[in-house]
């Protein structure tokens, strides 16, 4: 009798809708606060760069004090440049004859020219030598050309000549023609004197 009252009393004070409306369901996951706005503002991405200043990247190209500028690599030497006319005069004056040439060195060739109206009043016209080192000497030829005073004729030529002893104060040597004196002949276009070898020596006028 005393049980019969108990379940009628229980079950007057039972509201099983009240009891699952404040007992989470345990197959339901419990709900997350939302994160508020401000807070996610202020947690930094980890898969974004951090940004640093605007001027950082300027820093670090601009030259650190006291650094030095890398010079640019340099020229190779140069081999030294020869003398001008291998050290020799340019003017030379014939002893013979007074006539003054102007010389050329080079390597083992030394050519030469000679401008006759400077030295005669009576003949205008040019003279060209060419020498080639043989040996212990220069071997070559003169090559001259006259015109006659008044241009009424012209004559050509060609001797050979040698130089035994070249230096920069005296050259010597030999050259085929006619005496130092000789006369020349326009008419025929040759000397009244026979040809041979004659000596010659040049001095520098420079």
């Not at 996610?40 to 006291?66: C, L, M, R, W």
């Not at 009043?121 to 050309?145: D, R």
């Not at 326009?186 to 000596?199: G, I, M, R």
Request: net charge neutral; charged share 15%; glycine share 6%.
């Amino acid at each position: 009798m005393q049980i019969l009252i108990s379940v009628l009393l229980l079950s007057a004070f039972w509201h099983p809708t009240n009891l699952s409306s404040e007992i989470a369901h345990p197959f339901e996951p419990a709900a997350t606060p939302a994160v508020t706005a401000s807070r996610s503002s202020n947690i930094e991405n980890p898969f974004e760069p951090v940004q640093g200043p605007a001027n950082a990247g300027q820093q670090t190209q601009d030259k650190a004090p006291g650094a030095q500028t890398p010079s640019p690599a340099s020229a190779p030497p140069q081999p030294p440049k020869p003398a001008p006319n291998l050290g020799f005069p340019t003017r030379w004056k014939s002893t013979n004859t007074g006539f003054i040439r102007t010389l050329h060195f080079e390597g083992d060739s030394i050519t030469g020219e000679t401008d006759l109206s400077a030295n005669s009043p009576q003949m205008a016209g040019s003279s060209e030598i060419k020498l080639k080192k043989k040996g212990t000497k220069y071997v070559g030829t003169v090559y001259v050309h006259r015109i006659r005073w008044d241009g009424t004729a012209t004559c050509s030529e060609s001797n050979p000549i040698e130089l035994t002893s070249v230096t920069p104060t005296r050259i010597e040597g030999r050259m085929f023609g006619p005496p130092f004196n000789a006369r020349f002949d326009w008419k025929t276009c040759s000397f009244t004197s026979p040809e041979d070898w004659h000596s010659i020596v040049w001095i520098p006028i420079d």
